[in-house]
């Protein structure tokens, strides 16, 4: 089926460092979501891309939509400790309806 | 909001024993799915409903059933739990097929 590989794993950063992450797959996606997961709850839609180059903010994050199809990429600016959770990217491809998620990206952030 | 409701929220069970999840909704949308989410694999996909007694299989279905009887309640059953299968649990729902997903808080299943 397909794959979505999600990077880096984890990341620790210190509170206002800005933040990147980012998914890839081999084959082409039509849309791309990220969806960000804190602990004992389940994961909340955070930003929805649906056209290939576009751009999205929500706040202080910011997500695109890659040129190929192939990538999308999540950027958190001037992070703060509530920006703690994992952060999953997921993707409709082409193969049909059903929605894949990556494996997550686990932020940490030090006050 | 407590538009879907996952029980129980934790569970410790034997190897072998039947074990039935809850996910219930007050939000009447037709589609709702049933995921596993375990480190490195993010969330794949068990089974889902696009409708009363209308089920179909997902990416790791081995193992696992559900009924949907009434729109608002889909169960997910392990007829044989093993430790393969300790994972937390997460239901969604959805008005539109693949879209627009509501996650519940989520079942924490241990197997031991």
């Known amino acids: 089926g397909q794959q979505l590989n999600q990077s880096p794993q984890s990341m620790f950063i210190q509170e206002g460092e800005d933040v990147s992450m980012n998914c890839t797959s081999s084959s082409i996606f039509n849309t791309w979501l990220w969806y960000k997961q804190e602990p004992g709850e389940g994961p909340v839609l955070l930003i929805a891309l649906y056209k290939a180059g576009e751009l999205t903010s929500n706040g202080r994050l910011t997500a695109q939509f890659g040129i190929t199809r192939k990538d999308s990429f999540l950027n958190i600016s001037a992070s703060i400790p509530s920006d703690v959770g994992i952060y999953f990217c997921?993707?409709?491809?082409?193969?049909?309806?059903?929605?894949?998620f990556g494996g997550g990206t686990r932020l940490m952030v030090k006050p | 909001d407590a538009g879907i409701t996952q029980s129980p929220r934790h569970k410790v069970t034997e190897t072998g024993t039947p074990v039935t999840l809850r996910c219930h909704q007050t939000?009447?949308?037709?589609?709702m799915y049933w995921y596993r989410q375990d480190p490195g694999h993010g969330l794949r996909l068990i089974h889902y409903s696009y409708g009363v007694k209308d089920t179909d299989k997902g990416e790791v279905s081995d193992g696992y059933s559900v009924s949907r009887s009434k729109t608002e309640d889909f169960l997910l059953t392990l007829e044989s739990a093993t430790s393969s299968q300790t994972s937390v649990y997460f239901c969604?729902?959805?008005?539109?097929f693949g879209v627009g997903y509501t996650f519940g808080s989520g079942t924490r299943l241990t197997v031991v």
């Open positions: 997921a993707g409709h491809g082409e193969a049909g309806n059903m929605l894949t």
């Open positions: 939000e009447n949308h037709r589609y």
């Open positions: 969604a729902i959805s008005e539109s």
